[in-house]
């Protein structure tokens, strides 16, 4: 039988409500269904009841590998389903590069992604004119490193939004690096498990980001937003102002 081709799903940051139409209907037809259990809501996977469910979470690269070529050489329709979007932190680029090895076909399906989610639990606007139109996302250096151009305390040096993922277990590290660019009363906002129902939001600054991270035992799940722009002043867009035209506004 000739292979079935692999999907690589987003299923956004955990809200079912938040899953696209287009992964819902692809879940639903899905006979296996290889997710990453210490990330993916358990309420996604209600889309899929009549699927075999793989948690990936104990698995090895190869392990995962060798279970999606099998399943799709028999036939069957596969779904690798990632947290967020597989674009962000996703791990897929050497997944895909031994699909490409087995001559397995694959596509990829986005998907809501976190900092999306947080920042609309925030109620906030991350490029605010005048005060920040360019939002970095990144992640400090931990076990995975972090190319040295990109340390975030030279990021920091920009003063734009940034948002920080997997890096809550860094509070202390993340917090000097970025004093070394950012003022310390900088807002930040940390949110924990965006969209979900145990979501915790704490807002802070620059220079208590640590000891409030600490005091809130926050160690996981969690972006680090940083920038004047969550403070929620400075201009309005031009785009709708009174006198702004543009080609759909004389």
Known sequence: MSDSKI??????????????????????????????????????????????LVDSAPLCLD?????????SREG???????????????????????????VVEFEIVPGVTSLSAAAAALACELTVPEVSQTVIITRAAGRTPVPELEDIGSLAAHHATMAIFLSATLADEVQQKLLTGYPPDTPVAV????????????????????????????????????GAALAQEGEESLLYKDGFSHGYRK
């Open 7 to 52: 999907v690589f799903l987003g299923a956004g940051p955990g809200d079912p409500e938040l899953m696209t139409i287009r992964g819902r209907r692809l879940l639903a037809q899905a006979d296996t269904v290889v997710f990453a259990g210490s990330l993916v809501s358990k309420a996604i996977l209600e889309f899929c009841p009549q699927a075999e």
């Open 63 to 71: 392990d995962i590998v060798k279970i999606m070529v099998n399943r």
């Open 76 to 102: 069957k329709r596969v779904i690798r389903l990632h947290s967020g979007d597989p674009s962000l932190y996703g791990a897929i680029k050497e997944q895909i590069a031994r699909l490409r090895q087995a």
């Open 191 to 226: 949110v924990h498990n965006a969209s979900r129902p145990d979501q915790k939001i704490i807002r802070t600054s620059v220079a208590r980001l640590a000891s409030d991270l600490g005091a809130a035992g926050i160690d996981r799940t969690a972006i680090i937003l940083v």
